[in-house]
């Protein structure tokens, strides 16, 4: 038993009557400029004496985020893909057109013109753009291990965080600065690896194979992984869709886990090293107390669970995909639905 | 505020010109008295130097702050610019804060306000007014939906029937009927919320803010200027303090260690301590980088 675990639990709870109500509470663009970080420093000092000993003003900076529009992803965790779909269209719209249009326009295979050369006035057989432009898969798969690669790194960069505790919290490694700088010298290999600069055929063809590809992994949905690392960053559970896998090296091996079902996994918690909730589809709600051996915990309702969040064994609250969430004290043998956030405020 | 003129002419005709004010025709003198406002009120008690005013002049989100001018004398252009732009903003704000119905009232109620109603000499009173550019007007709507969010709530819980006794709701019911261990456990809540009295008003904002509101990290670390490790660290420290407070008044108390191991335990197993779902009703699940979050990693 943890002494301060219990200070803490009973603080929050003492907490919650605040001292300070009505006129004196700070008003909303006070919040909103202290949300913001736009508050004087004499104003925020007094706004943080106030809301040191006021539940309201608390609760409405507390339920201000739930308020904001998503976040967009920032351009570095788009998908490359997917970041130079919009371009490459275009382009290779424009090439299409361009092509289409203009006769003079040379198409040969690429041994019979080492360069783009001057425009002809003579008419020109048309050519089928297969035997104009050669296929060029393999620029295609140094484009996909790039992607791959990229997104590997970035796994390796998010794994290597060390602030999967309160305790252990620290400044974050950022993951775009090195990317780029990576993705910047790989540009720079491939322009060395490949003196020779594309044909107009060829960039045409692959920028209609790129948009395609990418047309297409938008289409296809992408398997996901979701990985949840314990207290000890070294001992971490990986999903794909249904299969469960387990690392005891901070994701250097992993080894796959039978856990009885075939229900997607859409959320894991793991408190401790050997302590892992799956929640996912259908109600579905895996646990492990001894890291390796899983079983199915009595659903709290048939609706796809989206979330779950545990703090040991025997409690952990999850959420339905409509919001509601229920909560077990009892390692998942019963559930209690959870206060909606309009009940939730005490005096 | 009436002999101050903290802004001079330059620097509104400059502001007015950069918000695009003409666009709502918006008096300059108007424009001037809402940067007087804001100015008055972020600065109050105290006087600024024109480099201070200048520099926080140039922080406002003057467009904002212009529309809402213009909004608020009833110019219908800029009306319809807000309608356009911002109630779609606040309609999904009210959605997300109130998904299980009366979202659309919530809001609607706001929009009325910030129309604003004619008194007896036909002037209007709109809650734009009261809006001073310190932040977007985004924000600024969404702190005024969240206000009025947590005062209904608020207000219903009061309307229920639950214990309102504040004794009731400090020490609920024990797990245990045991006498000696109600006692132990009042002796323990009442030794805390001493020693949480005594705390610094910073670490008490931490506290409250982690373990009663249920705010990130990552926010409080923000709303307080430090990083969320810092805070992290701060209340890893203010827990430690705390616990020595209430072991060291414990044993003051006469109470020998077993009783005082007993008294924690009967804090630890309290089912009202800690719970943020609770809460929150599960809608503002703390979202730190902390044990057993999971992630997604598009691996592919």
Redesign the interface.
């Known amino acids: 038993m943890d002494r301060e675990e219990a200070v803490g639990r009973s603080a929050g709870r003492v907490l919650r009557q605040g001292k300070v109500e009505g006129a004196a509470c700070l008003d909303a663009e006070t919040l909103a400029a202290w949300s913001a970080g736009t508050l004087q420093p004499a104003e925020r000092a007094a706004a943080e004496v106030h809301a040191a000993d006021c539940s309201r003003c608390l609760a409405v900076l507390a339920a201000m985020p739930q308020a904001e529009p998503p976040a967009r992803d920032p351009w570095w965790r788009v998908p490359l893909t997917v970041r130079w779909l919009a371009p490459a269209a275009a382009i290779g719209a424009a090439v299409a057109l361009w092509v289409a249009v203009d006769p003079r326009v040379d198409i040969k295979p690429r041994e019979q013109r080492p360069a783009l050369q001057a425009p002809s006035a003579e008419p020109v057989p048309q050519q089928k753009p297969a035997e104009a432009a050669p296929a060029p898969e393999d620029r295609l798969a140094d484009r996909i291990p790039e992607a791959k690669e990229e997104r590997s790194r970035r796994d390796r960069v998010q794994a290597s965080v060390p602030g999967r505790s309160p305790e252990a919290a620290a400044p974050a490694t950022p993951a775009p600065v090195p990317d780029a700088a990576s993705r910047m010298d790989q540009a720079g290999a491939r322009s060395v690896e490949r003196p020779e600069p594309p044909t107009v055929a060829e960039s045409a063809a692959e920028s209609a194979r790129l948009a395609a590809g990418a047309r297409q992994e938008l289409r296809a949905p992408t398997e996901a992984s979701l990985v949840v690392v314990s207290s000890d960053p070294s001992v971490r559970w990986r999903v794909r869709g249904a299969v469960v896998e387990r690392s005891v090296d901070g994701g250097g091996t992993w080894e796959t886990q039978q856990t009885g079902s075939a229900a997607r996994i859409a959320a894991g918690s793991a408190p401790s090293a050997s302590v892992c909730w799956l929640a996912g589809e259908a109600g579905t709600v895996l646990l492990t107390n001894d890291g390796r051996t899983w079983r199915q915990v009595v659903a709290p309702a048939t609706a796809d669970l989206v979330a779950i969040t545990a703090s040991d064994d025997r409690v952990a609250v999850v959420t339905t995909s409509a919001g509601t969430a229920y909560r077990t004290t009892d390692g998942g043998a019963s559930w209690v639905l959870q206060e909606t956030p309009d009940a939730s405020f005490q005096e | 505020m009436s002999n101050w003129k903290p802004v001079d002419a330059s620097a509104v005709a400059r502001l007015w010109r950069g918000a695009g004010a003409d666009r709502w025709d918006l008096p300059k003198q108007a424009f001037a008295d809402a940067l007087e406002a804001s100015v008055a009120?972020?600065?109050?008690?105290?006087g600024p130097t024109t480099r201070e005013v200048e520099r926080?002049l140039s922080?406002l989100h003057a467009a904002d702050l212009a529309l809402a001018c213009a909004c608020a004398l009833g110019h219908e252009g800029a009306w319809e610019h807000f309608v356009r732009e911002h109630r779609p903003?606040l309609y999904?704000?009210?959605d997300?804060?109130?998904?299980?119905g009366g979202a659309r009232e919530l809001a609607d109620s706001l929009y009325a306000d910030l129309y604003g109603l004619r008194d007896t000499d036909g002037r209007r009173h709109s809650l734009f007014r009261?809006?001073?550019g310190?932040?977007?007007l985004g924000?600024?709507l969404?702190?005024?939906?969240?206000?009025r969010?947590?005062?209904?709530?608020?207000s219903?819980?009061?309307t229920?029937s639950?214990p309102?006794d504040?004794d009731a709701?400090?020490a609920?019911p024990s797990p245990s009927c045991d006498p000696d261990d109600r006692r132990l456990r009042g002796l323990?809540?009442t030794a805390?919320?001493a020693a949480?009295e005594r705390l610094a008003?910073?670490d008490?904002?931490r506290?409250?803010?982690?373990?009663?509101?249920?705010?990130t990290?990552a926010?409080i670390g923000?709303?307080?200027?430090e990083?969320?490790?810092t805070v992290?660290?701060h209340?890893?420290r203010t827990?430690?303090g705390?616990?020595a407070e209430?072991?060291r008044t414990l044993t003051a108390g006469g109470l020998a260690e077993a009783q005082v191991?007993r008294a924690?335990?009967l804090?630890?197993e309290?089912?009202?301590?800690?719970?943020v779902?609770?809460?929150?009703?599960?809608?503002?699940?703390?979202k730190?980088?902390?044990?057993?979050?999971?992630?997604?990693?598009?691996?592919?």
């Open positions: 009120k972020a600065f109050a008690g105290r926080y922080s903003v999904r704000a009210a997300a804060l109130v998904p299980g009261y809006f001073h310190r932040s977007s924000t600024w969404r702190a005024v939906l969240a206000q969010h947590v005062d209904l709530v608020r219903r819980r009061r229920e639950l309102e504040e709701v400090v609920p323990a809540e805390l919320k949480i008003s910073r008490r904002l506290l409250r803010s982690y373990h009663a509101v249920g705010l990290l926010r923000r709303l307080i200027g990083h969320e490790a992290s660290r209340l890893a827990r430690r705390l616990r209430v072991e191991a924690f335990e804090l630890l309290d089912p009202a301590g800690l719970d779902e609770v809460l929150l009703g599960g809608a503002a699940t703390r730190d980088d902390e044990v057993g979050r999971s992630r997604y990693e598009g691996d592919g």
